[in-house]
């Protein structure tokens, strides 16, 4: 598998001249201007992020209506945070990227949200084929939390008030991952039926939120994990297991933890990874052209 280098890069994007221009690739290549239809190439104007019409002057400005449009970050610190996250398996902290772009930590927590969004931007249809789905949990334990925020988890009469949110995970065996956040009052048969194609053949545990779905899909098999049985020929739910262990290890060996209203964004992150895994020295140009 070849591998985009940080020497590469640096070749790639020296400036942010050298970013700008690559947006502006990404976004009007073979433009024609849209005020005299001039088919000359636009030229950079000089202390400005934009082009223009070298026939009326008319101005185009690259970078608006992208998540770089009000920046006062050099690009090349945007297009280097881009980077990172495609150079690893879990993730890149916002106190990593505080750290190596010497910039506070609200900038980089925002950076970092918004390079999510533009890994999240895959647009995937309904999954077909065998498709695996299960859900799977997220919250900071109560043991862990301090005595103060310990209090505070319970209910009156004693009981632990619910502070875990729930993911729900479809994988088809060709790759592909679409993940739901589980707020709401949807049933787990209502996720299913928006993320999976009513002609796959469905695979999940024996939950009874999946009951009735055998009469909707072309096929619903189940392994009952209670009694031990994991693999039945190639009915199993392991696919989508080891793509939790990677969301797992992303939020509690990166971020340590996850706000529940942020967790959509970091699911679609792990899922945007996972589907690319094979192709890395392609992640970042994939990344850039959701840009546009």
């Known amino acids: 598998m070849n591998k985009y280098t940080i020497v590469e890069f640096r070749e790639d994007y020296p400036n942010d001249d050298a970013c700008l221009d690559k947006i502006f690739q990404l976004r009007y290549n073979n433009l024609v201007c849209p005020k005299c239809v001039s088919d000359k190439a636009f030229v950079r104007v000089k202390g400005r992020r934009s082009y223009c019409c070298p026939n009326c002057a008319f101005q185009i400005y690259p970078t608006q209506g992208t998540i770089f449009e009000k920046t006062t970050m050099p690009l090349t610190y945007w297009f280097y945070a881009i980077f990172l996250q495609t150079t690893t398996r879990n993730g890149v902290a916002a106190k990593e990227l505080e750290r190596q772009l010497s910039v506070c930590y609200k900038t980089a927590l925002r950076m970092s949200h918004q390079i999510k969004r533009l890994m999240a931007n895959e647009k995937i249809d309904k999954l077909t084929g065998i498709v695996e789905t299960d859900e799977s ?69 024996s939950h009874k939120g999946y009951e009735g779905l055998d009469l909707e899909f072309f096929k619903h098999e189940t392994v009952n994990h209670a009694l031990g049985e994991y693999k039945r020929d190639e009915w199993h739910t392991n696919t989508i297991e080891g793509f939790w262990s990677q969301l797992k290890r992303t939020i509690k060996g990166t971020h340590i933890h996850v706000d529940a209203k942020y967790l959509q964004l970091y699911a679609d992150e792990v899922a945007f990874r996972y589907m690319n895994r094979e192709k890395q020295e392609q992640m970042f140009n994939i990344i850039l052209s959701h840009v546009v």
């Open 137 to 205: 949990y997220f919250g900071m334990k109560v043991t862990n939390m301090n005595k103060k925020k310990r209090a505070t988890m319970y209910n009156e009469d004693g009981s632990l008030k619910e502070n875990k949110t729930g993911v729900m995970g479809f994988i088809s065996r060709d790759g592909k991952v679409k993940t739901e956040v589980m707020h709401g009052g949807k049933t787990f048969k209502d996720r299913v039926r928006d993320n999976v194609s009513t002609d796959a053949s469905l695979v999940t545990d």
